[in-house]
């Protein structure tokens, strides 16, 4: 009784290194977004802010970072309109998340546009980036207008296709705010 008492922990502990090193582990994730192979760091992708935290730092907060490529339409408005509302839900950790609109290659958001993020988007940050800058893999899905989320760091971490819904962002968001210890 006492060997079996004994060879108990050593049978667990042989075994489990057995399944670990023959390459068996769960399947599937908990995030919705697609993780990056290789995280984006925000210092390098040359953006220009026109105003909020970027101007002179990182925020130090989790950032939704939306591109667009030319004027906002319909898609663009309705990304924009979800990321409020993510925002918003998130309620006490709201503070905890910055987003920005960022134009690509050039600002070439119509004066309509502007007029409108302004009064009904008066939190978003807008900017610009060069197209060239954008990391190869992650340059060929900004033309979908998704959501790259940033860490506190400015680590781009989670890329989000615009077909996903945002409840799907707002899962991972609540997710890592629960279980970050910065921003």
Do not use: H
């Amino acid at each position: 009784m006492a060997s079996l008492i004994f060879l108990t922990p050593i049978i667990v502990l042989i075994s489990s290194s057995a399944l670990f090193y023959s390459g068996y582990a769960p399947e599937g994730t908990v995030n919705k977004g697609t993780l990056l192979p290789e995280p984006i760091q925000l210092s390098e992708l040359n953006l220009t802010v026109e105003s909020g935290p970027l101007t002179d730092e990182f925020p130090g907060k989790w950032s939704i970072v939306q591109f667009v490529k030319g004027d906002c339409e319909e898609k663009c408005w309705k990304n924009l309109y979800s990321s409020r509302q993510i925002n918003i839900r998130l309620a006490k950790d709201s503070d905890r998340v910055v987003r920005y609109l960022i134009n690509i290659d050039q600002d070439s958001l119509s004066q309509d546009s502007l007029e409108k993020i302004k009064s009904e988007y008066p939190q978003l940050y807008k900017g610009n980036i060069n197209f060239n800058d954008v990391p190869q893999p992650v340059n060929q899905r900004l033309e979908e207008s998704p959501y790259i989320l940033f860490d506190p760091l400015g680590n781009g971490i989670l890329i989000y296709d615009s077909t996903l819904p945002s409840g799907e962002l707002l899962n991972d968001l609540k997710k890592v705010l629960q279980n970050s210890k910065i921003g």
